[in-house]
């Protein structure tokens, strides 16, 4: 009988010997150059880790690929990174160079550290998922594409970290990343009394709204959707397929800046909607992607090193930022959910 309840294999036991040596005893690191760290240990062992940028979603072939790369010039040792990106484990300098050139030879993109964009944090979006409003790896690719420049350099003012999400349940990290582009619909969910008779749980998908914008309609069996309560988060169709809510003309994209995870100098914020609309234009989304470049360029523009773009705004002030990024303001950024009020100016403090 198969082993159950068994757990992930011991990472312990996909370790190269470097890292076995001197675990715990690490001493200091540096970034040598784009897409390289090297880690130097009490011993004075070092670890060279050369990291490349993957689309995420890969084939079987791709796995292959690398870890025939890993076999020739690593000792068949690799990993993943937390966004996404793959690190070579290298233990002797000389072997770095030549598996950068192969790397490069192959076009595998080298870069993602330091000051830079790394890896897009994404989703499933329309290869996976039943409820986004834009796709994820057709948006990430266009806008990496884009900004490839500042994957594989580090001349950014400080790190900055993207993340997509198809739909506002915001799998991944939307809510505190440097940049959100986040999928949002714009019309109410479309009712299928017959499928809601058949298979939903009324109570629940009452209780799914965050608005009160669904009652139940015992008459019919069915509930009622008051059009003016609903902000269109898709929550209810999570809940129900009775409550289909995508829609190819009003679907598109938000954009959201200023959130960051880390407590470097300030603390942990959420990322705040600049943006509430750009259409989904695929196959290479241009409005999102000119919209994030101009973004990023102001704020490498006029950020003092070391600040994030929301430790920049915070500096500046939202209405300067506005200003400069010639965005217009509209009562969509707003906000007017139950704790809406602290995000209000309670100070006369403000620049004309
Ligand atoms: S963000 Fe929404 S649409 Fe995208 S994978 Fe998650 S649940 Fe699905
Ligand atoms: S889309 Fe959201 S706000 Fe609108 S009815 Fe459904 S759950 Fe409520």
Redesign the pocket.
């Known amino acids: 009988m198969a082993k159950l309840d068994q757990g992930p294999p011991n990472y312990k036991e996909m370790l190269p010997p470097i890292i076995k040596e001197n675990y715990g005893k690490w001493k200091y690191h540096e970034i040598p150059r784009s897409g390289v760290l090297k880690h130097v240990s009490e011993s004075g062992a070092a670890l060279y880790s050369v990291r490349v940028g993957t689309p995420r979603l890969v084939s079987i072939d791709f796995i292959r690929d690398v870890c025939e790369l890993a076999d020739k010039h690593t000792d068949g040792f690799l990993r993943w990174t937390t966004r996404n990106n793959i690190e070579f484990l290298v233990s002797e300098e000389a072997k770095v160079q030549p598996l950068i050139d192969e790397l490069d030879a192959k076009g595998y993109a080298v870069g993602g550290t330091g000051a830079a964009i790394s890896n897009i944090i994404h ?3 329309w290869v996976h ?1 039943h ?2 409003a834009t796709d ?1 790896s057709g948006v990430v690719k266009a806008v990496m594409d884009d900004l490839y420049e500042y994957f594989n350099s580090m001349k950014l003012p400080a790190k900055l970290k993207m993340g997509l ?3 506002l ?3 991944g990290s939307t809510h505190c990343s440097d940049i959100g582009i986040v ?1 949002v619909h714009r019309t109410p969910p479309r009712i299928d009394h017959e499928k809601i008779r058949k298979g939903t749980e009324i109570p629940s998908l009452v209780a799914s709204c965050p608005t009160g914008a669904i009652r139940p309609d015992p008459k019919n069996k069915s509930v009622i959707v008051n059009n003016d309560k609903c902000m269109y988060c898709g929550n209810c169709y999570t809940m129900s397929p009775a409550m289909e809510i995508y829609d190819a003309k009003n679907d598109g994209i938000a954009i959201l800046i200023g959130g960051k995870v880390s407590n470097a100098r300030s603390a942990p914020s959420f990322s705040r909607m600049v943006i509430p609309f750009l259409p989904n234009n695929a196959p290479r989304w241009p409005e999102t992607t000119e919209a994030i470049r101009k973004i990023i360029e102001l704020w490498i523009a006029n950020a003092q090193k070391g600040e994030r773009i929301g430790e920049w705004v915070e500096r500046i002030g939202w209405e300067k930022f506005f200003t400069m990024a010639e965005l217009p303001f509209s009562d969509m950024l707003i906000d007017d959910y139950i704790f809406s009020r602290e995000t209000f100016r309670t100070s006369a403090a403000f620049k004309y």
Do not use: I, S, V
């Open positions: 989703t499933q979006g998922c409820t986004p994820a999400a198809c739909c349940n915001m799998c999928g």
